[in-house]
């Protein structure tokens, strides 16, 4: 099981750390990763972190301004923002892949969280 939390609102330029607790399984046996959907559009790549911890992997529109880490001591992955803009905002979702040979792409992750919001405001 996967959950989120941390989202909000903050302003543009502003930053915000977004959090996704595994229970079960411990999370160092899963690449992680983090997807946005914003309203009305489909679901985005964000960031994914490979099980070494060092290895990642950034979408162009966050790229240089977000930043994924994970500490498996507390099962936990997280997503640094910064720079935030208001297309920034979206539902932000956390999931988990046993092994994928896409990180970017969604279907290859088994496991999602419920999402958290996470509003920009201009």
């Known amino acids: 099981q996967l959950v989120e939390s941390g989202g909000g609102l903050v302003q543009a330029g502003g930053s915000l750390k977004v959090s996704c607790a595994a229970s079960?399984?411990?999370?160092?046996?899963?690449?992680m990763g983090w997807f946005r959907q914003a309203p009305g559009k489909g679901r985005e790549f964000v960031s994914a972190?490979?099980?070494?911890?060092?290895?990642?992997l950034y979408g162009d529109s966050v790229k240089g301004r977000f930043t994924i880490f994970r500490d498996d001591a507390k099962n936990t992955v997280y997503l640094h923002m910064d720079s935030l803009k208001p297309e920034d905002t979206a539902v932000y979702y956390c999931a988990a892949a046993s092994w994928a040979s896409h990180l970017y792409n969604g279907n290859e992750y088994e496991y999602w969280g419920q999402g958290t919001l996470v509003t920009v405001s201009s």
């Open positions: 972190i490979l099980r070494d911890g060092i290895r990642s």
């Open positions: 079960g399984r411990t999370s160092s046996t899963y690449v």
